[in-house]
């Protein structure tokens, strides 16, 4: 891999995008960015408030034109949203300048996690792993057909997931 690649972490809720895409970025002194945080900083507000008050589509809005944004940006690490990939502008947006990391885990370890962080709109009418199949099934396929290479998280620690993916660059 070119030393300018952005390295690009996809996954469900609870994978660890934000947690890894820190720890990488430290490591190999790069910029990172996650796409959530970038939108809460435009609109001003939590993304819990964005969904509340002006529904999922203005998310979705906020977070394409974060991740046009970031697209002529090189050599950085990007964290994004879970659903960022249900969008086909965004999937090319990512993968042009990206290396794509997909952050598995399994359902019920996803579920345990989401659980945790109360914090993820999407995740509040979640109670069960049936509840999820919808999302997982309609994103499952989005992930692993965009990714480069795909990790699995579910029973690893932060340094093992972070180490994977630094070998795998070439790192
Ligand atoms: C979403 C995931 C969230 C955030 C928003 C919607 C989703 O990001 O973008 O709540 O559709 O899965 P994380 O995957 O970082 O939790």
Redesign the pocket.
């Known amino acids: 891999m070119t030393e300018i690649r952005n390295i690009v972490l996809i996954?469900?809720?609870?994978?660890g995008?934000?947690v890894i895409g820190r720890a990488i970025a430290s490591a190999l002194n790069r910029p990172f960015f996650?796409?959530?945080t970038m939108?809460e900083e435009t609109a001003g507000v939590k993304?819990?408030a964005i969904?509340g008050t002006l529904g999922?589509d203005a998310?979705r809005e906020l977070?394409m034109r974060t991740i046009q944004e970031l697209s002529s940006i090189k050599g950085a690490v990007i964290?994004?949203?879970?659903?960022?990939i249900?969008n086909q502008e965004n999937v090319a947006a990512l993968k042009r300048e990206g290396f794509i990391v997909y952050l598995y885990a399994r359902p019920e370890v996803l579920l345990a996690r989401?659980k945790q962080g109360g914090e993820?709109?999407?995740?509040a009418d979640i109670e069960t792993v049936d509840g999820m199949q919808m999302?997982l099934a309609e994103?499952e396929p989005i992930y692993r057909k965009m990714a480069d290479l795909v990790v699995d998280t579910s029973d690893a620690l932060v340094n093992d997931v972070e180490n994977e993916i630094l070998q795998a660059i070439g790192y």
């Open positions: 996954g469900f809720m609870g994978a995008k934000t996650d796409t959530d939108v993304i819990e969904f999922e998310f977070e964290a994004t949203g879970g659903g960022a249900k989401i993820r709109p999407l995740a999302l994103r």
